[in-house]
């Protein structure tokens, strides 16, 4: 049966990238985008704007007290007219993403591309919405790009009137996680049929569609969604995609975070819709339990839970799950190596950092040679169970994301993994994952069990309570055991399986998840809990910190230094400057292609 499925999957694997936070910014991916100070408000010159010399711009969040803008629409919403905030969004979408980055996704072996994109990029805004428009172009060039180099590049509606989830990524931030203002708002959800109509004539009308070959038309609407509203806007959208750029075209669609919902006899027909795709997204780090798992644990969590859920549809012969559908396919649309960090919390303390001092936090983290042996390993096994090969439901996946700002969350982007190695090579479109790394559990097998790689944070005893909307719970006896190790004679590097289990207990109490993806941001840090310095340190640092006699001096020496670095010298102070230290007016590169090493 598995090798008939195999046979049945003819079309050439799916191995992509997210172009995440630009032509929809999210905060976690370029945090001194959303650090604006009252003279970014100003305008027009935003590149001479920084920390040293001007009053940060806080607003009050959605989730209570004062805050950098948190969304596209409160950063904005910060600008005194549309003018100036298209101005200085223009900046980002000019300089985010650059030919160099497609050359080295190519060379990576990368065969796609998915473009987060907002509703509005057409100009859809109402009086009373602080959006801009503008982006347009700039994916019209990145198509360009992406034609010279054979990538095809598939957008994907990211936001919704009225928010399908009430996340960040919506592009609008709402303080509860929900689908309401949409599905059950008729107007929002006409927007949003009319937004896939004017991008996809759009597409038509500037002819790209020969590279634009795939079509996301709502991101993760969420689990409270009316299902039954979903999906007849599911099919409108799909007949509007294929009425504007061709039947051929491949349309994806969100789970609603449950593909196993889908798993009735929807879309499996071949005719109507053997090119459309049902997009789930995998994350490790936005719930309390996969977050404290030691590194064999993760490896198992990946070979059991995701690959259930990558399984779990879709199936012409539902429910006996053994006839894959010959209509719609499965894609894993994101997914990370970040797997011990959430991202919320991380950022809270990332903006904080840029507010207090100027400089983001671990903005030039390094990630240890050990912790960056099994990111390999983790990422190998994604790949290999999100290409589901034995089951035959699946057609590939694309990593979120491409790069990120600082080094918080390192762990999330492609091009650094790609940079350190710890991307491994991805095998050429025809040959699976699995037959050139082996199967999941092969690679949970010689997975190092080290849990000193693993620095969960925020530490779980400050985790509320009630924030596990996703329902995650450990209970699966191989991801319990170690992939099986503690069970066969193998045995974790720091615990038994007793000893793990007491451990676990008095951390995890509560199982606990943040409220979304990206509205958890982009995150990849080596984080550890701060502890209370003991008696010995504190003597210690008083014998070697020679007296407080020289601190006035120091800092008559250094205001003066800073004052010839910004007036004269045209520089900001190292990280205080909207973009880590660079020259005033460049774009942090950070993650660039050109500093890859082969």
Known sequence: MQEDRRQEAVRPWIRGVNIGGWLLMERFITPYMFAVTKCHLAGPHHEYCDLFQCEPHMIDSADGGKDFPTDEYTLAQSFPNKALAREYLNYHWENFVQKQDVIALKEAGVTHVRVPIPHWIMGDIKEDEPWVDGQWLHFVRFVGWCRELSIEVWPDIHTAPGSQNGFDNSGQLLPDRTCKYWSGNAENVKRSLIAVDDITKAIARDSIKDVVSGFGVLNEPFGDCDPDVVRTFYDDALKIVKTNIGHDTNVFIGDMFNASKFNDGFWIDADDYSNTFLDSHYYHVFAERPRSLSPKQHIAYVCAKNTRDTEACCYSDHPTNQKPSKGISRLIGEWSASYDTLVVDKLADVMEGIKKNGEAPEFNRTIPEKRQDFLKEFVKAQMVAYEAEDAGVSSGWFYWTLKTEGGAFAEWSFLRGLKEKWIPSIPDPGESSMSLFGSCRDIAERTVDDETIVHEFPDPETTPEGANWQGVEIDDDYVVTHAGSLTTGGKSTTSTASEHDDQKSSKTSSTT??????????????????????????????????????????????????????????????????????????????????????
Do not use: C, H
């Open 513 to 598: 998840t943040s409220v979304t993806k990206k509205n958890q941001v982009e995150i990849g840090k080596e984080a550890s809990t701060p502890t209370e310095a003991t008696d010995e340190d504190m003597a210690e640092k008083d014998s070697t910190s020679g007296g407080s006699g020289w601190f006035p001096l120091f800092a008559v020496v250094f205001f003066v230094y800073a004052i010839w670095r910004v007036f004269f010298k045209n520089e900001p102070i190292r990280g205080i400057g909207g973009v880590g230290g660079l020259r005033r007016g460049q774009y942090s590169n950070i993650d660039a292609p050109s500093a890859l090493s082969v």
